[in-house]
């Protein structure tokens, strides 16, 4: 059967680290890592608690997203992950040069083998697909927030 993680370094939300403990214990218990699929993810400081972000703040946004996946890394106890995602935009109207930027380091993580999937979630339709355009690696993963009362979804699912 299948067998998957999903988690976001966001201590707001996830204590990414208790999870990365469960990874521990199932693996000792004889699942093997190729047995179950990990995802995780970058999360825009926007949209972390100052206290717990877990990144430097003031750093470039590709480096937020490195230092997000390495810190991953650690909680989790894993070098690779199934796919990473980028939980946000920067912005909500267009996808900015720092948008494409933060891509970039996206792709790198891909390219380096750290993850085998890369992805967004939270973006709308014209980011996306201006990301889509864009991109020399294009997203593999495109999440949809489910808020059906806002009609967020209704062009990404066509």
Known sequence: GFHGIRTLNF???VE???????????????????DFYVQTGYVPHGLQLVAETPY????????????????????LKL?????????????????RERDM????????LYLEGRTKLIGLSYFNVAQIKE??????????IVGSPIHAHLGWNREIKK
Do not use: C
């Open 11 to 13: 201590p707001f939300e």
């Open 16 to 34: 990414e680290k208790s999870v990365g403990e469960a990874i521990e214990e199932i693996t000792k218990q004889g699942l093997k890592r190729t």
């Open 56 to 75: 430097d703040r003031q750093a470039p946004i590709e480096m937020q997203i490195r230092q997000s996946f390495i810190g991953s890394q650690k909680n």
């Open 79 to 95: 070098e690779k992950f199934d796919a990473f995602i980028w939980e946000g935009a920067t912005s909500f109207m267009i996808t």
């Open 101 to 108: 930027d933060a891509w970039g380091e996206m792709e790198n």
């Open 131 to 140: 990301m889509y355009e864009r991109a020399e690696v294009k997203p593999h």
